[in-house]
């Protein structure tokens, strides 16, 4: 697999944000996702270091402060990281160099990585780097939850099959937990997902 050029890669993470510089963006809704409030209430999930993949304006990482995590949240985007949301969540570090495909941080960093968009955005952040680099973050038995768009869901976005998930995770991960879910997105759009919680091999 070939690593796209700097200039393709600065043509697709600008498209949109050039389009919406300030918001509102599809994704954000106001409110932490369900998944994640469940598997934190429930104790799935203990508070710990948190790396936020993708954290846009901050909603979930703001969440998981609340709850007691000692939260780094980055994006791809500096408009979503400027966003007036984002700035009130004081939870978010900096935008990570999507140029290297590398997530900023020492080896065995954290307890715990979430990521709702990361992956679903595969051409500059392809997949198989990702499920690399997030093993390399996480400490020995740390969790990883990932929220992606589901097959059922028709989008020019990549879904998730069964057969990359697989091949993506399965070298690196224990699978815990698999849920299905449909979600209103803020832009009245509804959309499938589905959820991943992983441990650390």
Partial sequence: ?????????DLISNE?????????????????????IELVENRSIKSGKVLDLCCGTGTNASYLATKGFSVVGVDLSSPSLNSEESRKSGTTENAFNPHNLEIPFNNEEFDFVYDLGCFDYAIFFYQIYAAKEIHRVLKKGGLFLLEVLSEKSTSDWDSMTQSKFESYFSDYFYTKLVKHFPSIESDGTIRYYSAFLLEKK
Avoid: H
């Avoid at 697999?1 to 890669?9: C, D, F, L, N």
């Fill in 16 to 36: 949109y944000f050039d389009a919406v510089p300030t918001g509102p963006f599809s994704w954000e809704n106001g409110n932490p996702q369900k998944v994640l």
């Fill in 1 to 9: 697999m070939s690593i796209p050029s700097r200039e393709v890669i």
